[in-house]
């Protein structure tokens, strides 16, 4: 979808398609040289991740596996519910692995510090996270990101995965949402 189809719902473009492949190259590069010789799970948080997923997998230049969980604290507001749900669990067994979870935003931080701790419980050899978005004035609680693609403002976004109400995740670039479109 692109941006000029939907830009009266759209406040503001505060990551363009290039700004986002352009980081996810450079992110790749480094995940790359951290885990060669090491075998390599990346582990995608569904749905707002794909995109991500899809492309900072791609760029990523040793051999790597993938695997998928959702987990959901939004619904379809745009706050926080604080209560994190598994809605489908991984396929692979975590024991002695070496995991990446793929993100595309740490807002509260509360999604994201109970997958990690729910990670390591099942045994993995190590849990990071890369996240291609992260609000740090929203912080709830800390999350250490080994590799991040940008911060910004504490504003609800949407695009490149993110979504209001299901909507506008196939965006390239990430936008601030316009506020009439979620107060009406
Ligand atoms: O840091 P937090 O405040 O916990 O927020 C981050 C999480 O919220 C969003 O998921 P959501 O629950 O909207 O599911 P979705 O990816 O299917 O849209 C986003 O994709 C992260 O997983
Ligand atoms: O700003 C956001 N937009 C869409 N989904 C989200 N999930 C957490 N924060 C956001
Ligand atoms: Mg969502």
């Not at 045994?123 to 929203?138: C, F, M, P, Q, T």
């Not at 709830?140 to 990101?145: I, L, P, Q």
């Not at 403002?153 to 670039?173: H, Q």
Request: charged share 30%; hydrophobic share 45%; glycine share 6%.
């Amino acid at each position: 979808m692109d941006p000029r189809d939907c830009k009266d719902e759209l406040a503001e473009i505060l990551i363009t398609e290039e700004e986002m492949q352009e980081r996810l190259a450079e992110m790749a590069q480094q995940i790359s040289a951290d885990y060669a010789g090491k075998n390599l799970l990346l582990v995608g948080v569904l749905k707002g991740a794909i995109m991500v997923m899809a492309d900072l997998s791609r760029k990523i230049a040793i051999p790597v596996e993938m695997d998928w969980m959702a987990v959901s604290s939004y619904g379809s507001g745009t706050k926080s519910s604080g209560v994190v749900r598994i809605l489908k669990d991984l396929d692979t067994d975590l024991a002695g692995r070496h995991v990446l979870i793929v993100e595309d935003i740490i807002d509260s931080g509360l999604t994201l510090s109970w997958l990690v701790r729910n990670l390591e419980n099942r045994g993995a050899a190590s849990v990071k996270i890369a996240a291609a978005l992260r609000k740090k004035e929203a912080a709830k609680v800390e999350v250490d990101v080994e590799y991040l693609g940008f911060d910004i403002p504490n504003d609800f976004v949407v695009g490149y995965g993110l979504d209001y109400a299901e909507k506008y995740r196939t965006l390239p670039c990430v936008a601030k949402l316009s506020p009439h479109v979620y107060e009406k």
